[in-house]
């Protein structure tokens, strides 16, 4: 018989088969971008390819969280009608204010290298080769591609929230994770299923809780089962007690954090 912990393991990578796709028309969009000429058409061109690509591959991320989740229920033992509440990709002006923090944080780096070629006794040219590094352009496209693949992802995290939130058969969800995590995910983990409403659940500083390159995932937690930690949850929970003992308010997660960063192990750290 299937586990719910297996059948969201085979969810979680097909979520990121799904991301993978969405890497490669990115990709593709991403060439045609750069052998454009600079300039606001441009920019806005390029900002209704991402559009597109989000809401192409978000629709697909909650088609499958919804399938998933559905599937999960019934292992469950739970046969009741339920509709899964599925979610919609985020709205346009999200996903345009992502792509203007993306361009800021490109202009600031181009910025940075030109400032640090001039300081170096270079000329204007020499400032504005800086500025072309092609590395630069590639931490940019990174950048970017992370942002749209977190926009991307959220319709399907947050299908599976919201559908735990509604049904009667479900406590809850939990957040997990597969691969590399950084201390602020790792809190979250280790809190297990307690998340109760959708501020609770939906808010990191006013904002997304998953933040770019983020691996983790919402898992439904049902009635009539028990939940059980992951092994990396067991640990990082024992760290985290030990590391922020006699510790309060900010400086306990700053307690973390350090721990957590020094501490061997293969899943981690990845920093947001």
């Keep these: 018989m299937t586990s ?32 454009g000429s600079a300039g606001p058409e441009t920019e806005k061109a390029w900002t209704a390819v991402v559009a597109r690509l989000v809401r192409k591959y978000g629709t697909a991320s ?4 919804a399938d998933y989740y559905d599937h999960a229920r019934r292992t469950a033992g739970h046969h009741t009608p339920f509709t899964v509440p599925v979610a919609e990709p985020p ?44 590395e630069l352009r590639r931490q940019a496209r990174d950048r970017e591609a992370a942002s749209a693949q977190r926009l991307a992802a959220l319709p399907g995290r947050r299908t599976i929230e919201r559908a735990a939130r509604k049904d009667p058969a479900a406590l809850g969800w939990a957040r997990v994770t597969e691969g590399p995590c950084c201390a602020f995910c790792a809190v979250l ?16 500083n006013g904002g997304d809780p998953y933040h770019d390159r983020c691996d983790c995932h919402a898992e439904p937690v049902f009635k009539g089962r028990t939940w059980e930690p992951t092994p990396e949850a067991v640990e990082w929970e024992a760290l985290y007690n030990s590391a922020t003992r006699g510790t309060y308010s900010e400086e306990t997660m700053r307690a973390f954090r350090r721990a957590f960063n020094e501490a061997p192990g293969p899943a981690r750290p990845r920093r947001p």
């Design 4 to 35: 719910l912990r297996a059948l969201a393991l085979v969810h979680r990578r097909r979520q990121a088969a799904l991301l993978r796709l969405m890497n490669a028309e990115f990709e593709s969009g991403w060439r045609r971008y750069e052998a």
């Design 62 to 65: 909650a088609t499958l969280a």
């Design 189 to 204: 983990i280790i809190r297990g299923p307690v998340y109760a409403d959708q501020r609770t659940a939906e808010t990191k």
């Design 91 to 134: 709205p346009l002006d999200q996903i345009t204010a992502s792509r203007r923090w993306s361009a800021n944080q490109t202009r600031k780096a181009a910025d940075r290298a030109a400032a640090k070629a001039l300081a170096d006794g270079g000329s204007e040219a020499d400032a504005e080769h800086a500025r072309q590094d092609p």
